[in-house]
């Protein structure tokens, strides 16, 4: 037997045939080129997961008849993919000897007028199902379907079925500048970085005063931001930006109140209550050791109801009655448990929680709307508000001359408490949270704590959920990143109670996946960057780039067996950065920040010594990278920190070396920040997510003066050289 490869024997077990049959892996190699095997018990629970029973030998072979005769009971699967521009073949399952039936509505509502043909089928052997023989044969979609979301209608015999048709460019187009070249940005935590007027957190003020100074000042094309998804409606917030309680809408706690269209015109006497509470706050954007959500949101909702509850105009009452139908049923699922959350508490795993007690459908529900219409409509109109505030940050940034703007980042799941849970479970797997299997930066693994979406409700809605986030996140944004996007290949799913290293990947349809990425940023006139470190087979990174998608290469994370790779190597469909949000900025990771921090926290598998060895190595290996290709000049390593500055400008040069089509350079890094805003793996132990934007000092940055410091401004010099 090959060591890295399951046996036949294995693979004739009716477990391993059923976990594979649904696009659960039942064996896999981790970043060390270890190859692993999934244990039955994990198979079994995953599978729960997916809603589909394997307690026993009667059960798996009952679950895989089952699985079959529905595949095979459908006229067409619930999901067609069609790529413009050629022909695709769609199987039919038709009982022998009939003759199938088509049409196409195109997503305008019009017919499609072209000629639809049908072929042979691919001749695979007939199925019995119900005392009767299902044959297949073939739909031709033809090469000029427009691109949108059609739907496909086939009819055999008295029998009709629908699916949804996603016809999609077969890539995204480089933009102007991509092409022949590069365009450069910034990366930064929004909420760190405040300005004078402030709320003690960033906001969506600060975002377009970020954008156009960026641009102004320094020649930037986007800025890439931490997830702005919708978070909880009352204190305490969750500071994580990557557990939002719903991927569909934005977080309203980013409101500026004074840029609210109403504050103009309200009364004198309620606009100074207005700037009474943002005084109790203002101290806050003084403070560069933490950040306090909560304080902040507790003054800023008070101001916000005030604004709320003051006249609107006509026309502007019509814009707020127009968004609210524009967003139907989803938004009343995140304003309904916004009220919920309000009025009954935070919820919680206990069995008599309202979360778990209630559903939408529920009479005390529906009773508590009834109760309390003013604040349901609150939380409706705080979500209109923030998307306006945000939409509108990105086009300050197109009229200021970016060529991309907002670069928004899109979290891999939701909260397992959140609005999109609870008000659509059939959407999500129950009993497995999403996580990372071990790897050599998180030797433990990770659990996100975050429900997966179920594959099996994603294929059978047409991607409707999927569709629905990126379309709204393009809206607001000129390229979206996608955090983990492995997820759109595989997910690491964890059963409950199991720890993280005990998990099993399931696997998820990427081509439909990656379709309806390329035709909302082709829509868009946009980019997408995808998130590929750490445990990722080669193929993700070719089928990334073949649809014209970039991932992703950090310096840090460009080495094999010990050795940095010189970045003129590095790949071209890429977002280039020297770090991420996970590592501590370039001055503190040439220090040992993360030896320290991981020592300190417990997060080290072996001793501190041989970690420690190995980052000296690593540190070493990298400046050698840098002096070997006339980055760095070695006289400068007699005294590392005091020639610090230079050797982190010398990052920033080796990056401008790669042919990466975007470069990233970090705000933190600009300013000569130390500190880590996330240390995976930890909760409470460290202040993650709430790290004021600091400079080397440790004094507060604020917004208005940031892009006019000499250490940014040399930085932004070598990334316009």
């Known amino acids: 037997m090959n060591e890295r490869t399951e046996s036949a024997d294995r693979l004739s077990r ?51 008849r089952s699985i079959l005769d529905e595949r095979h009971r459908r006229l067409i699967p619930p999901t067609v993919l069609h790529i413009v521009g050629r022909e695709d073949a769609v199987r039919i399952n038709t009982p022998i000897m009939m003759v199938p039936k088509a049409t196409i509505t195109l997503e305008n509502g019009e017919p499609y007028e072209g000629r639809l043909q049908m072929g042979p089928g691919d001749g695979a052997q007939a199925y019995l199902l119900d005392d009767r023989f299902i044959a297949n044969a073939s739909l031709i979609l033809p090469a000029d379907l427009p691109a949108g979301y059609h ?12 699916a949804t048709l996603i016809s999609a460019p077969e890539r995204v187009k ?41 641009k102004a000042k320094t020649g930037a094309d986007f800025v890439l931001i931490n997830p702005v998804h919708a978070a909880e409606p009352v204190s305490p917030l969750t500071p994580s930006p990557y557990l939002p309680v719903s991927r569909r809408f934005v977080n309203f706690t980013y409101i500026r109140p004074e840029s609210v269209a109403e504050y103009e015109t309200l009364d004198p006497a309620v606009r100074e209550q207005v700037r009474a509470l943002h005084a109790h706050v203002e101290p806050l954007n003084g403070d560069a050791q933490v950040i306090d959500r909560d304080a902040m949101w507790k003054a800023k909702m008070g101001a916000l109801w005030l604004i709320f509850k003051s006249p609107r105009s006509a026309e502007r009452q019509a814009a707020f009655d127009a968004y609210k139908a524009a967003q139907g049923d989803e938004l009343e699922a995140y304003a309904t448990w916004c009220l919920c959350y309000d009025k009954w508490g935070a919820p919680s795993g206990e069995a008599d929680n309202w979360e778990r007690t209630f559903t939408k459908r529920s009479p005390e529900v529906k009773a508590l709307r009834e109760q309390y219409p003013d604040t349901l409509e609150f939380y409706r109109w705080l979500e209109w508000v923030a998307v306006e505030q945000l939409e509108g940050a990105q086009r300050a940034a197109r009229e200021a001359g970016m060529r991309i703007g907002v670069m928004s ?17 059939e959407r999500f797997a129950k009993g ?61 799913w964890i059963p409950d109670g199991k720890p993280a290293t005990q998990g099993t990947y399931v696997h998820y349809d990427s081509d439909v996946m990656l379709a309806i990425l390329a035709l909302e940023a082709s829509r868009a006139d946009g980019v997408v960057v995808g998130e590929d470190l750490g445990v990722v087979p080669d193929y993700v990174a070719e089928s990334l780039s073949s649809h014209g998608l970039l991932g992703c290469a950090v310096e840090w994370f460009e080495q094999c067996d010990g050795v940095f790779r010189e970045p003129a190597k590095w790949r071209p469909y890429a977002l280039a950065s020297v770090n991420t949000h996970d590592l501590p900025p370039a001055a503190g990771y040439l220090r040992y920040e993360h030896v320290r921090l991981r020592e300190q926290l417990g997060l080290l598998a072996g001793s501190k010594e041989e970690f420690e060895r190995s980052a000296q190595h690593e540190h070493f290996a990298m400046l050698t990278m840098l002096v070997d290709n006339g980055y760095l000049d070695r006289e400068l390593l007699n005294d590392e920190i005091g020639n610090e500055q230079a050797i982190v400008e010398s990052l920033y040069r080796a990056l401008k070396g790669s042919p990466c089509k975007l470069l990233a350079a970090s705000i933190t890094d600009a300013v000569g920040e130390r500190r880590a805003q996330n240390q995976p793996g930890t909760n409470n132990e460290y202040p ?34």
């Open 14 to 64: 009716p477990l391993i045939r059923l976990a594979k049959l649904v696009g659960v892996a039942t064996s896999y190699v981790g970043m060390s080129d270890d190859y692993h095997e999934i244990e039955d018990d994990v198979l079994v629970a995953v599978l729960a997961a997916l809603g589909i029973e394997a307690s026993g030998e009667e059960a798996i072979n009952r679950s895989m």
């Open 151 to 162: 739907t496909l209608r086939v009819t055999v015999g008295n029998r009709t079925q629908e």
């Open 688 to 721: 993650n997510w709430r790290i004021p934007l600091a400079d080397s000092r440790g004094a507060v940055v604020p917004l208005e003066t940031l892009f006019d410091g000499a250490r940014l401004q040399r930085i932004a010099a070598i990334m316009n050289d």
């Open 432 to 492: 497995a949270t999403v996580g990372a299997p071990p790897d050599m930066f998180n030797q433990q693994g990770q659990d996100w704590s975050q429900p997966p979406l179920s594959p099996i409700d994603l294929e059978n809605t047409g991607y409707r959920t999927y569709r629905d986030m990126v379309h709204g996140m393009f809206k607001q944004a000129g390229a979206v990143r996608i955090d983990h996007i492995l997820g759109l290949f595989r997910l690491w």
């Open 174 to 214: 480089l933009l102007d500048g991509m092409q022949d070249g590069h365009l450069w940005g910034w990366m930064a935590q929004l909420y760190s970085i405040r300005s004078a007027g402030s709320w003690g957190v960033g906001d969506y003020e600060d975002l377009r005063l970020l954008l156009t100074d960026a």
């Open 409 to 425: 980042d899109m979290a891999v799941g939701v909260h397992p408490l959140g609005a999109d849970v609870w008000w659509n479970p």
